[in-house]
């Protein structure tokens, strides 16, 4: 009986396994270097009852990676957070790149889930802009968009899914149990209107998620097809100037 019990056991853990492997589709070795466009709002969710946080882009400076890690080059990357209830890396780590669909949320106990994934898609499809994240100086407006994306984006993590996008509202904690977000401090009529511009058809950012356990996970947009082919090209030159170096 005990041979069975652990044959059935390792048969579990085989099938298991490519499930996992699934979920990761590469790594990157980052750290939280700065913040682009941001202010400071106060959030009711994921365990916090009034507390102030940054809302905005974080910037994650990329030392490595591996599989589509590589799609980003080294150096900073623009991010939204996506897990309250966590802290940002202030060493480097080696964070999952994964789908944001098969993200799971320490605090609610669940993955993100594709229809949340999809909206948070065309949340940043239709809204995201990238002078939020140009290095620059930022102004007063800028920092107020930002921090009311980033509300929308926790927004639509934390809550459950509204019969439309229209219902969504960050000054009301709509979620009976753990879950559910409301912010004040923030331009919460800005952040309501971009949710409620989601349809569901419009326009989709293609995004994966940084995920670590123990530490915050990241929302970032995959670089364009021309960005990724010119950190191709670069790779090319840099080996055939080390394979001339070597002859």
């Not at 639509?156 to 000054?171: A, G, K, N, R």
């Not at 123990?214 to 950190?231: K, S």
Request: aromatic content about 12%.
């Amino acid at each position: 009986m005990r041979t069975i019990k652990i044959t059935f056991l390792c048969v579990a853990i085989c099938l298991a396994l490519p499930c996992v492997a699934k979920a990761s589709l590469g790594t990157v070795d980052i750290h939280h270097s700065g913040y682009g466009a941001k202010d400071v709002l106060d959030v009711w969710g994921a365990g916090y009852s009034g507390t102030s946080v940054n809302g905005g882009v974080y910037m994650l400076d990329k030392s490595s990676g591996t599989g589509q890690g590589w799609l980003w080059s080294n150096g900073e990357i623009p991010s939204y957070c996506i897990e309250l209830n966590q802290n940002a890396p202030s060493t480097t780590k080696t964070y999952d790149v994964v789908m944001p669909e098969n993200v799971y949320n320490s605090y609610l106990g669940s993955y993100l889930g594709t229809t949340k994934a999809d909206y948070l898609r065309e949340l940043w499809g239709r809204f995201f802009l990238p002078e939020w994240a140009d290095g620059g100086s930022y102004s007063s407006y800028e920092n107020g968009q930002s921090e009311a994306f980033a509300a929308a984006v926790w927004e639509i993590v934390y809550e459950d899914v509204p019969t439309l996008p229209s219902y969504y509202d960050v000054t009301t904690d709509g979620t009976i149990g753990v879950g559910g977000f409301m912010a004040d401090n923030v331009d919460s009529s800005l952040a309501n209107y971009f949710l409620s511009q989601l349809t569901g058809f419009g326009p989709k950012a293609d995004l994966r998620a940084f995920t670590h356990q123990g530490n915050q996970d990241f929302l970032v947009e995959v670089p364009e097809p021309t960005t990724i082919a010119l950190l191709g090209i670069s790779g090319v030159f840099s080996l055939l100037r080390r394979r001339r170096k070597n002859a």
